[in-house]
């Protein structure tokens, strides 16, 4: 399992080592590396690092992390249920893109436990290169130092798997139960910059998807539900419309309530719990908004978990068979030689 990744802790000098880790993969950001370089160094490291250490101070827990926490439970929560489904211990690990721990550590637990087939699996369920293509980068590059390579599987999205989108679907219907309806339900993605989309990103087009497919699930009209974007860095355009200017503008337009969800993040982290459930509040209310309600992400949910299960369940067909048979003929080749049944 793999997830984008957090700072050791909230402060400047880890969020500093984070974000130059995480602003200096070309899949995120796509600037000639000399000019990055500077933009990077000489302005961004030196300026965001205080800012985004403050916001996530906001949703610090005792446990550390959100994202990192829920990502241990739901690693444990998806081995039980792998286990319980194939009837024998499936190793599950859990790696972050940038961070701690590392995809490199991950593999390594991997391989000290013998593994020979592993399966990569994203928490990112719409596919873009700045997600996706980065980890298959981070782990192709892990085991290229490898003498021994593995069998290797990747997930490369499951945007519009029935499973997901009922999960989706469930924790909606949940929250409206016990808060009841608002005048619209607002999905909001994570941006990218928009002429990623124009260079063949698939990203914008996974999110309408997901986005249309779960409105048709809950069966809203067409004015009863949007989709946005969020968390947009610098100058350039990002895929539109903002989140934030969405939500700015929904007062005037009549909306007085809204329900707000992150269908892209598998977890809840700091774009969610903080840009999200409380920068964006304000900028609702100050508008004019009246109620505002954030639905947290499917996280450990056990329909969630029971989705993830599935996909890795579809993603090693044959794996098992094969291994029951390489046992069986091992075996009979022991005893062949003299061993003892």
Known sequence: MVNLGTPDAPDKSAVRRYLKEFLWDRRVVEVPRPIWWFVLNGIILNTRPARSAKAYQ?????????????????RDA????????FGREVPVVLG?????????????????????????????????????????????????QWRWVPELRFINHYHDDPAYISALASSVNRHRAQHGDADRLLMSF????????????PYYCECQKTGRLLAESLQLNADQWQLSFQSRLGRQQWLQPYTDHTL?????????SVQVMC????????????????????????????????????????EHIA??????????????????????????????????Q
């Not at 719409?126 to 298959?136: C, D, P």
């Not at 990218?192 to 990103?201: C, N, Q, R, T, V």
């Not at 409380?278 to 996280?299: K, Q, S, T, W």
């Open 190 to 201: 994570h941006g990218i910059p928009e002429d990623y989309f124009h260079k063949g990103d």
């Open 248 to 256: 700015e503008a929904m007062p005037a337009q009549g909306v007085k």
């Open 307 to 340: 989705l993830l299960s599935k996909l890795v369940d579809r993603h090693t067909q044959g794996w098992w068979d094969d291994e029951a048979q390489d046992t069986a003929q091992s075996r009979e080749r022991a005893v062949a030689l003299g061993a003892s």
């Open 58 to 74: 906001k949703v610090w827990t005792e446990h550390g992390s959100p994202l990192l926490s829920i990502s241990v439970r739901q």
């Open 96 to 144: 972050m893109r940038y961070g701690r721990p590392s995809i490199a550590s991950a593999l390594g637990e991997l391989r000290d436990a013998g593994v020979r087939r592993i399966l990569v699996l994203p928490m990112y369920p719409q596919y873009s290169a700045t997600t996706t293509a980065s980890i298959f980068d981070a782990v192709t590059a892990e085991l290229r």
């Open 78 to 85: 998806l081995a039980t249920a792998l286990n319980n489904h």
């Open 263 to 302: 269908p892209g993040f598998s977890a809840d982290c700091l774009e969610t719990l903080e840009e999200i459930a409380m920068e964006n509040r304000d900028v609702f209310r100050d508008a004019g908004g009246e109620r505002y309600e954030y639905i947290p992400c499917l996280n450990d949910d056990a």
